[in-house]
């Protein structure tokens, strides 16, 4: 298995933009999470999903994030408008089982920089 | 919910030595303490993790140690080599799908 996949690697746009990250869970996971690194707060989880649903979206900074996983195989995570405070390293990460005491696997991150 | 705290931020040692970096958490009901080390550039992965039920776990130059009163584990690592210099984030969960991550421990290991 080729891991968890993620895309873009680096996304550079101006504030106001839409911006999409993509992630490819690895095959037979059911948990999918998306998390954002910062220097100032670490890792911060924004969106759980168990069997492709949202369990706990509570992370999530604002109405200007939304993400999706239509099915066990893809997931999104969307920032309309991005500001530059947006501008962090985007993670999505994978695990075998949902119950919190399972390995998570990361993709490589998507670096947004919003201008 | 669950808060952990890790200590130092910055850990600078001299190749050979041993490492030491301590978390704390808040949660007695998170029972899972991951560890993960992170390259410059690249993704977090998972280097030892321990159970509640286990007091300490070794894994050739790496242990983590767990005192469940205390609400605190550390992770060691000996004989530190360049390779090793990373950041170090200890994690917390358990109780529920939730891992949260302590803010990291950028440790630098110097020839």
């Known amino acids: 298995d080729a891991g968890v996949i993620q895309s873009p690697r680096h996304e550079v746009t101006e504030m106001g933009q839409e911006v999409t990250l993509r992630c490819k869970p690895i095959?037979?996971?059911?948990?999918l999470f998306w998390y954002r690194q910062t220097m100032m707060r670490g890792l911060e989880l924004l969106i759980y999903?168990?069997?492709?649903?949202?369990?706990?979206d509570s992370g999530m900074p604002e109405d200007r994030f939304s993400a999706k996983m239509p099915n066990a195989s893809f997931s999104t995570l969307k920032i309309q408008p991005s500001e530059p405070r947006d501008s962090a390293v985007y993670f999505c990460?994978?695990?075998?089982?949902?119950?919190?005491?399972?390995?998570?696997?990361f993709g490589s991150g998507t670096q947004l920089s919003v201008l | 919910g669950e808060n952990v705290e890790q200590h130092p931020s910055t850990l600078s040692v001299q190749e050979g030595d041993s490492a030491v970096i301590k978390c704390t958490y808040s949660?007695?009901?998170?029972?899972?303490f991951p560890w993960y080390k992170q390259e410059l550039g690249k993704r977090p992965q998972l280097i030892i993790d321990?159970?509640?039920?286990?007091g300490e776990k070794k894994d050739q130059r790496i242990a983590v140690t767990l005192n469940k009163t205390a609400k605190h584990f550390s992770l060691h690592i000996t004989e530190t080599q360049p390779e090793d210099s990373a950041v170090y984030f200890c994690?917390?969960?358990?109780?529920?799908?939730?891992?949260?991550f302590g803010k990291g421990t950028l440790l630098t290991v110097n020839p």
């Open positions: 999903f168990n069997n492709n649903v949202p369990i706990d």
């Open positions: 949660d007695s009901a998170s029972n899972y």
């Open positions: 990460a994978s695990s075998l089982g949902g119950i919190g005491n399972e390995k998570l696997f």
């Open positions: 095959s037979g996971h059911n948990s």
């Open positions: 994690a917390a969960g358990g109780s529920n799908y939730k891992l949260t």
């Open positions: 321990i159970r509640s039920n286990v």
